[in-house]
């Protein structure tokens, strides 16, 4: 699994968040900010998930009626589904403004991250429904399917400075404690069914891996212990053209996780799976029961590397007054798929009120919205990538609506808060007192002179 869509109402923002994601940017207004930067261990929360393909009536009816429902699912033209899941919380981020000269910040965050994408055959679907629906179709690799998912915390450094009027840089340095991986690629598979006996047989040929047995999770595995260590960089720069354009580009979490040799491989060939009719359980249940047993039975334990989602980008920016919008390009290095996103920012007072769209390569447009409250040291908002289709989700989950509504599922929400403290950082010439200097600098000369107090 995996997701493409990110906070990007919050890119070009000057928030924690930003600055953090985007290390070029810069959070601190010189004569107004305050020097120190902090979420105060308040977690900026972020999740985004989405299900998208032809197979979507039978997606909803498994969400939200916990059955499989395949009757409407187009069989042999080779059809895909892709299921993606991305989660970005912050739980702590600290920022400094070093110097006023150059604008140089620098800080220290702490992240726990997921994502994935599992990309899913109509017939897989199908075939938890009714399996006599392919009597009549092609047999061979209609579940090919293959996917991933991994979770891990990210602790980093950040810096950033202005190198002229016009050019700013800046990196993100990270130490990666993986929590869990698992993927699945299935490489060949096999379908028979033997209508007049009600009696069908299932075969799939491929691998498996994961970073715990899969009957044992554990809660340990959350703490942070670096058994799984990894390491990422980013690195980001920003340069102001004439006329008021600005531009912005990203290498993002670049980087990788080393599974520890205690992680499982499962190289599988079922065989032949025979499911007959007429049994205490129903066909389905006997079938997913019987495929645990034959991919989980062999393994070996070994340790292997996974790419973490990087992603490459690229941002566009002019103001016009108060309406300040942002065209960014997004494309993950080296997984599939992509976003192009246009967000449209209004400024009023200390509020920004921002509408986005989003094309993601999958295949469908999200419309999101957000609220933030913004003023040199304060900043609190709330979003949705995906706003009517989240609003969608939850309707549907406390009521009993049907049919559902046609398109793709989707669900996002984040939400952040920061507060600055400490000193004002001033311009020279704008400084309200010169340190080194007394309030009063005739003060000693009217003492030794009048020898009067002050």
Not at 178 to 186: E, L
Not at 201 to 230: A, H, I
Not at 265 to 273: A, P, Q, R, S, V
């Amino acid at each position: 699994m995996s997701s493409y869509g990110q906070q990007f109402s919050l890119y070009n923002s000057r928030t924690l968040y930003d600055s953090f994601e985007n290390p070029s940017q810069k959070t601190s207004q010189v004569d107004t900010s305050r020097r120190f930067a902090f979420n105060f261990l308040i977690p900026t929360l972020s999740f985004n998930t989405s299900f998208s393909g032809p197979a979507e009536s039978a997606f909803k009816s498994l969400i939200y009626d916990g059955v499989f429902n395949g009757r409407d699912i187009t069989l042999g033209e080779n059809r895909r589904n892709v299921l993606t899941f991305n989660s970005n919380n912050y739980i702590a981020m600290f920022r400094v403004l070093k110097a006023v000269k150059n604008y140089q910040e620098m800080g220290l965050s702490w992240q726990i991250r997921s994502d994935g994408r599992m990309d899913i055959s109509n017939e897989t679907f199908a075939i938890f429904d009714d399996y006599r629906v392919f009597q009549n179709t092609g047999n061979k690799d209609l579940f090919n399917n293959n996917g991933y998912n991994q979770n891990y915390h990210q602790f980093s450094f950040a810096y950033r400075q202005n190198y002229s009027k016009r050019l700013s840089l800046g990196a993100k340095f990270s130490l990666l404690s993986g929590i869990s991986y698992s993927s699945i690629k299935i490489r060949e598979s096999e379908l028979n069914v033997n209508g007049p006996a009600d009696v069908f047989d299932v075969s799939l040929k491929g691998t498996l891996k994961s970073s715990f047995k899969f009957d044992n999770f554990q809660n340990e595995m959350l703490k942070p212990n670096f058994k799984n260590p990894g390491m990422s960089v980013t690195a980001s720069a920003g340069y102001k053209l004439r006329n008021g354009w600005s531009i912005m580009g990203n290498l993002k979490d670049l980087g990788f996780i080393r599974w520890s040799k205690d992680s499982y491989e499962y190289n599988f060939d079922t065989g032949k799976i025979i499911i007959a009719n007429g049994s205490n359980s129903s066909a389905d249940n006997r079938l997913a029961d019987s495929l645990d047993q034959k991919i989980i039975s062999k393994f070996v334990n070994k340790s292997y590397i996974s790419a973490i989602n990087g992603k490459a980008e690229f941002l566009v920016h002019k103001e016009f007054g108060d309406y300040k919008p942002n065209l960014i390009l997004s494309k993950s290095v080296y997984y599939k798929g992509g976003d192009i996103a246009f967000i449209h920012n209004y400024h009023y007072k200390n509020y920004v009120f921002t509408a986005s769209t989003d094309y993601n390569t999958n295949g469908f447009l999200q419309i999101g919205g957000q609220f933030m409250i913004k003023s040199p040291n304060v900043e609190f908002y709330i979003g949705s990538d995906q706003l009517f289709k989240s609003f969608e989700m939850l309707k549907n989950s406390i009521s009993d609506q049907r049919p559902y509504s046609s398109g793709y599922t989707g669900v996002s929400f984040y939400m952040g808060f920061g507060l600055k403290f400490g000193t004002i950082l001033e311009h020279m010439h704008n400084a309200t007192s010169t340190p080194g200097f007394r309030k009063n600098p005739l003060e000693g000369f009217v003492k030794k002179v009048f020898g009067k107090k002050e």
